[in-house]
Every structure is written in C-alpha cells, then in structure tokens.
C-alpha cells in the first residue's frame, strides 16, 4: 500500500500565496506522474498541476503563471507553489501519484486525504 499526506494549505486572501506538499510513502518501487487535484464545492474534481518523473509540467488555463508544481523524486514528493490566489482557487486539493510497486508491476493510482485552500478577503 501507498499512502500520501499532504501539507500546507490554509487561508490566505486574494493575492496571496501558500505553498502545498505532499509525501508518497510505502510500497514504492518507482514514482511516476505527481499531480495535484482540487474539488470545489458544489463542483467536480479538477486537474490543477502534474508533473512528470522527469519535470514535464502540465497546467489547467486557469492557473497558468500563477502556480508551479515541482518535485524531489528522492523523496517522493511533490509541491505546488501557489500565487496571486483568486478566491475561484478556494477548493480542498488533493495530491495524486501514479506508483509501481515493482519493477513488472501495473501501475496504480493513490490519492491524498486531500487540503482545504480557502481565498477569502
């Protein structure tokens, strides 16, 4: 089993910036794409940010130049710098990691418990 924590989130107002974490832990044999996720209330689970294992990002329209995702495959782990937050960015997010668990293995999917952004002025 994998499980991921991720870290970081809280209230900021419009403008502001936080930065989110997330560490993959368990039966890893290799990582692969990292990503970030939000769920708005009311709303559908969005793609934020993915990173591939060897740094090729992707971003929704929305958050282009306003946040960088970024990763340390040592440690597992992947960051999502936000700035110039909108009160639109007020989601919980969650974490994503695409993992193999050897090195024949399928890959598997594991998501985080996820953490709540809130944009208010």
């Known amino acids: 089993q994998v499980q991921l924590v991720e870290s970081g989130g809280g209230s900021v107002q419009p403008g502001g910036s936080l930065g989110l974490s997330c560490v993959a832990s368990?039966?890893?044999?290799?990582?692969?794409?990292m990503g970030w996720y939000r769920q708005a209330p009311g709303k559908q689970r969005e793609l934020v940010a993915t990173?591939?294992?060897?740094?090729?990002?992707a971003y929704t329209d929305s958050v282009k130049g306003r946040f960088t995702v970024s990763r340390d495959n040592v440690k597992n782990s992947v960051y999502l710098q936000m700035n110039k937050l909108k009160l639109e960015d007020t989601a919980v997010y969650y974490c994503n990691a695409r993992v193999a668990h050897g090195p024949t293995y399928t890959l598997n999917d594991y998501w985080g418990p996820g953490t709540q952004v809130t944009v208010s002025s």
């Open positions: 368990g039966s890893i044999f290799r990582v692969y794409t």
């Open positions: 990173i591939s294992r060897e740094g090729i990002t």
